[in-house]
């Protein structure tokens, strides 16, 4: 019998293996510095000069030669009247007050005229004027006040008016400037604006404004500060448009974007 040998199977050939690949770290890219914030002195510069008291004392002499006895602008017959007139003026215009209050205050310029007319003729009387209805019935009721706690005479104190109902501060700065001489400094939208703007008083609120004012203004501007500054920013220093060229005291502002 023959003798079967079998071939032995070929061998399969080995496949090499993949070398892995090296990784190579990347180095980490440096983080980028924030750029270094420009200073308020660097970028508003005139905007942080302080005001010198030669600067401020030229200023207000300014002002006071172009007008010397400048009036407020709200029309009123005696303390009262002009209390009531101003406690009417939040949020509304001073022509829109007069308007108003001409007839008005030929009927009733005391507190005991005023209660004799009562909130309805009153409302009526004022319906032109924004929120006339809540202003109507504080004006009942700080004349009914004036009369039951001050004898029916406006109180000569800050704390005296701003007890009365819808009298503030404000109210009472203006009272008692007008009214009775006081050197106070009442501070509305545009005294804010130019306390602000002209960097004389910069505040972020009314009061730090009108402290601030206080504090800088000789003693001999003091009685008509607060008008001269009303006026300039009624008339001249506008919110939206300032009219720099005609501006009395362009030279000397602080305002970075002024046009002169």
Request: glycine content about 6%; proline content about 7%; aromatic content about 4%.
């Amino acid at each position: 019998m023959a003798k079967i040998t079998r071939k032995p199977a070929p061998r399969k050939a080995s496949v090499p293996k993949k070398k892995a690949k090296a990784t190579v770290a990347k180095p980490k890219s440096a983080k980028k510095s924030a750029p270094a914030r420009k200073s308020l002195k660097a970028t508003r510069p005139d905007a942080t000069k302080p005001w010198t008291p030669a600067e401020i004392h030229e200023v207000f002499s300014r002002f006071r030669k172009a007008n010397p006895e400048p009036k407020g602008e709200l029309e009123h017959v005696n303390p009262f009247t002009l209390l009531v007139a101003v406690v009417l003026s939040a949020q509304a215009t001073d022509a829109g007050v007069n308007k108003a209050t001409r007839a008005l205050f030929e009927i009733a310029d005391t507190p005991q005229k005023m209660l004799d007319l009562g909130e309805e003729r009153l409302r009526e009387s004022i319906k032109t004027i924004g929120l006339y209805r809540t202003k109507a019935r504080n004006v009942i009721a700080l004349s009914a006040k004036v009369l039951s706690e001050f004898g029916g005479e406006v109180p000569r104190t800050r704390a005296g008016i701003e007890s009365l109902p819808g009298a503030g501060r404000k109210t009472a700065n203006v009272v008692l400037n007008m009214a009775f001489g006081e050197h106070t400094m009442a501070v509305d939208t545009h005294v804010f604006r130019v306390g602000n703007r002209t960097a004389l008083a910069p505040g972020k609120t009314p009061l730090e404004v009108e402290l601030g004012l206080e504090k800088v203004i000789p003693a001999e501007f003091m009685l008509h500060a607060h008008h001269w500054l009303i006026l300039h920013g009624r008339y001249t220093c506008l919110a939206r448009k300032p009219r720099c060229e005609v501006c009395l005291i362009n030279d000397l502002c602080r305002w970075p974007e002024k046009t002169v």
